[in-house]
């Protein structure tokens, strides 16, 4: 019996000592990718092309609603984006004229950067619900890749380690029945936003903005 209780210490005192000398190695924090679209109201861009002036109007905890606004000033659309803790995401497309059917996308498709890494790639699904007469729900893949990183020359200033993504709609369905078609392509600078941008409607770049109180150029 003594021995065994010997043996029972000795053992303890073993791992005791394993433990001890086990050093403790902290995770690096997540990145914090939000701050590549900043949401604040009353921060506002104005692009050439189609976006136009994107104005942060309106937030409700965590969602935030951006109005956009055409050359003549009158309200396009809105659109939706919800806050995570690292992350962004485009939740509902909002038309001004009645016959174009609101969009909605559940879960929200992402809309920031996840990586700096060239050349990786996400493929997201989601369903796209058309706010229409029967409620059209589409099955929809998008898939991004971060395509660069570069520095961009805009009206509004120079951005350096401009992030670059490439957005491609996948789906089951013909592809006129979903809102989200084509290629579009996307630069990100931090703490400032959307910069320069490719979309099927056409392409344009920042001219204009204020974001977190600070104005550009």
Known sequence: MKKNWLVSVGLIIFILALISCIKHVDRPARAD??????LNDGDYSIYSGPLGKAVVTQNIGDLFTFTYYDTLGQIAFWRDFIKTDHSVGLKNIIWRKKSMA???FEPPLPFVPWSDKIGDTLLFSSA?????SINTHLYLQVEYEIYGSNPIKTPA???????????????LYEKNKNYLKGDSYFW????????????????GELLEAKVDGRTYP
């Open 33 to 38: 990718y939000s701050r590549f679209f900043p």
């Open 102 to 104: 609101s969009v909605h």
């Open 128 to 132: 796209e619900i058309h706010g229409d």
């Open 157 to 171: 200033g120079n951005f350096n380690d401009c992030l670059e993504i490439r957005v491609t709609p996948k789906t």
């Open 188 to 203: 990100f600078a931090r703490n400032v936003g959307i910069v320069k941008y490719i979309i099927p409607e056409g392409a």
